[in-house]
């Protein structure tokens, strides 16, 4: 079966200071990948997405980037955090290789930047 | 900006009774999911529509698309505490990767 991890669960930052998120999964190969980031008790914003190694699109201008370098890893990144990046952050995979209606979300990532 | 607009907003109900969700947009989507979210946890599919009019049920749940593939509803048959948590919509346009989500309905169930 599939499981995807992210980590850390927690974070609190400093504003200017770095940030990096991960997300993992297992038990499927050449999975679309996706970064959401959530108000509170509110929808989920599309940061970025990718359907392969290397390849990310970005969905909202801002001081985040994400990253691909192995096919079941996603990592989201800042080089200057600001107080506006708080928020729960969501890493989501879907089948790549199918046409599929269905996301399977991560357990999250609660952001506070201070 | 595709926009999926669900309500109502808020609900709280008593235990037993009956509520529908609705999720809305002027966009035609090729799928739509409902997912139920608990605080402090990512969200958890419920199901995938399809197909105009389609109806599903699951359990006290039915969710059915609408005609036009724009709208989708959820109802719950004799709420229990346990359905509450925040209710979010996604809809999938044809031919891209990208997910757009609704604006999210919180429901609590009082005992």
């Known amino acids: 079966s599939q499981t995807i991890h992210q980590w850390p669960a927690t974070l609190v930052q400093p504003v200017g200071s770095p940030l990096s998120l991960e997300c993992t999964v297992e038990?499927?190969?050449?999975?679309?990948l996706y970064w959401y980031r959530q108000a509170a008790g509110r929808g989920l914003q599309l940061l970025f997405y990718?359907?392969?190694?290397?390849?990310i699109s970005s969905e909202v201008p801002q001081n985040l980037s994400a990253s691909r370098p192995q096919d079941r890893q996603f990592i989201l990144s800042s080089k200057k955090l600001l107080l506006s990046d708080s928020g729960f952050y969501l890493c989501?995979?879907?089948?790549?290789?199918?046409?599929?209606?269905?996301?399977?979300f991560g357990p999250g990532t609660r952001l506070t930047v201070t | 900006t595709q926009l999926l607009e669900q309500s109502p907003q808020f609900l709280s109900i008593q235990e037993g009774e009956n509520l529908t969700v609705y999720c809305n947009s002027s966009s035609v989507f090729s799928s739509l999911q409902w997912y139920r979210q608990e605080p402090g946890e990512g969200p958890v599919l419920l199901v995938t529509v399809v197909t105009g009019g389609e109806v599903k049920k699951l359990k006290r749940l039915t969710f059915q698309f609408g005609d036009a593939r724009k709208d989708s509803s959820l109802h719950i048959t004799a709420a229990q505490p346990g359905d509450t948590g925040l209710y979010l919509c996604a809809g999938a346009r044809g031919g891209t990767y990208k997910y757009i989500f609704g604006t999210g309905t919180r429901l609590k169930v009082l005992a």
């Open positions: 989501a995979w879907a089948p790549g290789l199918i046409p599929s209606y269905e996301q399977y």
């Open positions: 990718s359907v392969g190694i290397g390849q």
């Open positions: 038990g499927t190969s050449n999975p679309n």
